[in-house]
């Protein structure tokens, strides 16, 4: 039977407790006049700083390992294809079809890790992604199908966080650190870069008439989102891809239930029947041996 650490899927599901409350940050900054383009390139631009300076002795890494390229190109693919996705898409749509990255991760664990497809690890997918259907289908928005660019959006953003997941478990040799410094640049980069494509569009508005209250909550999230990033290093490289992947999935139900406690959505049967589907599909579905990916 396969060793699955329970500090690792800890470390994941912290991550996915703090992207799943990150709505009421988002909300609060787009109140506050700060377009959440440009409220994910301020905060990844603090989290990064912080992570430079706490992580100096990691840079030389980066030069050492050009694969850190990789990851951080497809941080910033994810965090900018998502961020379109939900600011000119149906929410509910967009984390559906963002949520079929464990599909991608299966195939890429296979083609890059060498991590078998078996019975168990399809079973596994299946459970997460039925838990997933049950908590966000809603009859009115139909097939889980891409129709509108945010739609395809979507889709890149969670075929390029898989990208992201089973690059990470690749480069588990690599320090923390480094693979934190690679994820958190790309991720300023690229979405300070599409702010500035979109403002000068006409599309959004440039943050220049922000309130100063704005600014510490900008910085109370690039603390969280530092932690969150650490805890996705320590549980990827960790973890096989395809329970990564599944672990991930937690993130909608921390969102659904955050969502009702502060009044913002209804929790349905169908939440709690579909979370516990999510939470349970890494324990109830396990390989009988182990198996080591290959980095290969």
């Not at 990208?163 to 410094?181: E, F, K, P, Q, T």
């Not at 909608?252 to 239930?257: Q, R, T």
Request: one cysteine or more.
């Amino acid at each position: 039977m396969q060793h699955i650490p329970k500090p690792a899927v800890a470390a994941l599901l912290l991550n996915t407790t703090i992207w799943g409350l990150s709505w009421t940050g988002m909300r609060a900054l787009e109140g506050m006049g700060l377009h959440p383009l440009w409220a994910t390139a301020a905060i990844f631009v603090g989290c990064a700083a912080m992570l430079l300076a706490l992580k100096r002795r990691d840079i030389p890494q980066l030069l050492r390992h050009p694969e850190l390229l990789g990851v951080a190109l497809a941080t910033g693919l994810t965090n900018a294809a998502f961020n379109v996705a939900i600011a000119y898409g149906d929410v509910v749509r967009v984390i559906l079809l963002f949520y079929l990255m464990p599909i991608w991760t299966v195939v890429l664990a296979r083609v890059v890790l060498h991590e078998a497809i078996t019975p168990r690890s399809l079973g596994r997918v299946a459970l997460g992604l039925g838990g997933a259907v049950i908590v966000l289908y809603q009859p009115r928005l139909g097939l889980p199908l891409p129709q509108t660019l945010p739609d395809w959006m979507a889709v890149l953003g969670g075929l390029s966080f898989a990208i992201n997941n089973v690059l990470l478990r690749r480069l588990h040799g690599v320090s923390d650190g480094a693979r934190a410094i690679a994820m958190l640049s790309g991720g300023a980069t690229l979405a300070c870069l599409l702010g500035v494509v979109f403002s000068l569009s006409g599309l959004v508005a440039w943050p220049v008439a922000v309130p100063g209250a704005a600014w510490p909550l900008v910085g109370v999230w690039a603390v969280l989102f530092l932690v969150s990033n650490l805890c996705l290093q320590y549980g990827v490289a960790r973890l096989p891809a395809n329970i990564t992947a599944v672990v991930m999935l937690a993130e909608i139900l921390v969102a659904s239930l955050s969502a009702w406690l502060l009044g913002a959505a209804e929790l349905r049967p169908q939440d709690l029947i579909g979370g516990a589907l999510i939470i349970a599909a890494p324990w109830l579905i396990r390989d009988r041996r182990a198996a080591a990916p290959s980095a290969a």
